[in-house]
């Protein structure tokens, strides 16, 4: 075999071995076994899961909660004492699961969260949305959400319990600038 003939099988081996790996990298692309979603109990299935299981001994309202991925059922009300309180649930594996419960009065307050939203530049006026929330299905986290009016849709999240901010982001992509130091 002359050397023309070992470069063109060298070559095409090479061109082999890497569509197979772009082939195997865009079909594992699309599995989506990977993402976890889940999904929300109905209002009176949260409302009776809550007092059955004496998470809260009155449940005054139910709403839908986001932090920019897992979405949540809230289910405010108040713990046996009297205290305000809220409940995070969502269904996993065919049963409701609690992904976070804070007591109000252990957390920081609304009003100091918009003063921290303020320090960054953001009037009141412009905060579209700012409520507690679980921060995901694993860390039993609880966080305030901060979401900016616009398009670019400015997402902020503070720990409910210290005020720390956590993480900034844009729902937006076109919304990052580069900077070069």
Not at 9 to 31: F, S
């Amino acid at each position: 075999m002359n050397i023309k003939m070992k470069a063109t099988l060298i070559l095409l081996a090479i061109l082999g071995v890497t569509g197979l790996l772009v082939y195997l990298l865009i079909l594992g692309g699309m599995r989506n076994d990977t993402q976890t979603v889940l999904t929300l109990p109905s209002e009176s299935e949260a409302r009776a899961y809550v007092l059955d299981k004496k998470l809260l001994a009155s449940a005054s309202k139910i709403e839908k909660t986001r932090s920019g991925g897992p979405e949540f059922l809230m289910v405010d009300g108040f713990d046996a004492e009297g205290n305000p309180k809220a409940v995070w649930l969502a269904v996993k594996d065919k049963s409701i699961k609690v992904f976070g419960s804070a007591l109000y009065k252990e957390g920081v307050t609304k009003e100091s969260i918009v003063a921290k939203v303020k320090e960054k530049g953001i009037a009141e006026d412009q905060i579209r949305y700012i409520y507690p929330t679980a921060y995901d299905y694993t860390s039993n986290k609880v966080i305030w959400y901060v979401q900016e009016q616009g398009d670019k849709k400015h997402m902020l999240m503070y720990d409910f319990h210290n005020g720390d901010l956590l993480w900034e982001g844009y729902q937006d992509p076109t919304a990052w600038k580069l900077t070069g130091n």
